[in-house]
C-alpha cells in the first residue's frame, strides 16, 4: 500500500511543477504585457487611456469592495448556532437597502457613462494633438504580413521599422493592400483599423526618446504573430540624418519593388527605400476602389 501511495506521488509531482511552471510563466508575462503596453506609458494618448483605466476601476470598487468585506461579516453574523443575528420572518421591505442596491448603481453607470462619452471625444483618432509644431505626415499600409510606412515630405519609405521624432505629433493616414487589419503601438496608445479602398486616421506622439513595439491586431492568417514592427522616436536632427541617409543609400520603391513587397511573406529583417514611386498610397486605395477619384468629407483627397 505504501508503495501504490509512493508511486502515486511521484506521478503527481511532474504535474504541479508543470502547473507551478505555467502559473509562474503568466504571472512573468502579464507584467511584461503592462510595462509594454498603456500601462506603462510613453506618448499622452496612451496616458489619457490608462488614466480612464485607473478612473473605472476606482469607481468599480465602490461596488466591489464593500462586497467583500460585507459577505465574510453575513457569514460570521448570520452563522448556525449564533445568537447575535435577529430573527425577522415578516421583514420584506427597506427603502434604505433598495435605495442603496438600485440607486448606488444608478449613480455609478451615469458617471461611467459621461466619462467614456468624454472620453470618446477627447480620444477620437482622427483629432489632431495640441503641439507647437506642424505634425510628421505617414502614410501607412497594411500588407500580408508586414507594414509599409511612406514618408510623403522624405519621399522615403520603410518595411516593419518605423521612425518617428520624439515629442512631435504623427499623423498616421492608413489602408490596406489586403485584409482588413488594425495597427496599434501600446505605449504610445490608440489602435485603428485598415481597410482595402479606404482611409483611416490616427494621431499619436512619443513624449520621449525609445522604442516602442508596434503589432497588428487583427488575425489575417498564418504570419500574423510575425507581423510586427519596432518604433524609434529620436530627435529631429536624428531623423532628418536617417532621411537623407535613406534617399542617398537605398533603392526606390517602384512598381516592380511594390509589386514583390506586396506578395504575403514574413520578412526576416526591416526594408529601406530611397524614393517612393509617385501616387504609390493613392494607387493601392484605387486597386480596391475600381480606379475611381474619391474625395473625402472634408474636401480633401483620400
Request: without cysteine; aromatic residues 10%.
Amino acid at each position: 500500500m505504501q508503495n501504490v501511495v509512493s508511486m502515486r506521488r511521484n506521478q503527481e509531482l511532474p504535474k504541479i511543477l508543470v502547473r507551478s511552471a505555467g502559473v509562474l510563466l503568466l504571472l512573468t508575462s502579464s507584467v511584461v504585457a503592462a510595462s509594454d503596453g498603456f500601462i506603462n506609458p510613453a506618448g499622452p494618448v496612451a496616458e489619457a487611456l490608462r488614466d480612464h483605466l485607473i478612473f473605472i476601476v476606482v469607481v468599480m470598487a465602490i461596488v466591489i469592495a464593500p462586497l467583500f468585506i460585507a459577505l465574510p461579516w453575513v457569514l460570521w453574523r448570520y452563522r448556525l448556532g449564533t445568537k447575535s443575528g435577529s430573527y425577522q420572518p415578516n421583514w420584506e421591505f427597506s427603502w434604505p437597502l433598495e435605495v442603496l442596491i438600485w440607486g448606488l448603481p444608478a449613480v455609478i453607470v451615469g458617471v461611467l457613462s459621461w466619462n467614456l462619452w468624454h472620453q470618446s471625444y477627447e480620444l477620437d483618432p482622427y483629432k489632431p494633438l495640441a503641439a507647437t509644431e506642424a505634425p510628421l505626415e505617414v502614410q501607412a499600409i497594411a500588407l500580408d504580413w508586414k507594414w509599409v510606412f511612406i514618408y510623403p515630405e522624405q519621399d522615403v519609405a520603410s518595411v516593419n521599422e518605423l521612425m518617428i521624432v520624439a515629442g512631435r505629433p504623427v499623423r498616421f493616414r492608413l489602408t490596406s493592400g489586403t485584409v482588413m487589419q488594425s495597427f496599434m503601438i501600446p505605449r504610445l496608445g490608440g489602435q485603428i483599423y485598415t481597410m482595402a479602398g479606404m482611409v483611416t486616421q490616427l494621431n499619436l506622439l512619443a513624449s520621449e526618446p525609445g522604442q516602442f513595439r508596434g503589432l497588428n491586431t487583427q488575425y489575417n492568417g498564418m504570419g500574423f504573430a510575425n507581423q510586427k514592427f519596432m518604433t524609434h522616436a529620436v530627435s529631429q536632427a536624428d531623423f532628418d540624418t536617417w532621411a537623407v541617409n535613406m534617399s542617398e543609400s537605398k533603392p526606390p520603391l517602384n512598381q516592380t519593388a511594390w509589386a514583390q513587397l506586396a506578395k504575403p511573406s514574413v520578412l526576416a529583417s526591416p526594408q529601406s527605400f530611397g524614393s517612393v514611386a509617385e501616387g504609390l498610397f493613392t494607387g493601392v486605395i484605387a486597386d480596391f476602389t475600381g480606379g475611381y477619384h474619391h474625395i473625402k468629407a472634408d474636401g480633401t483627397d483620400l
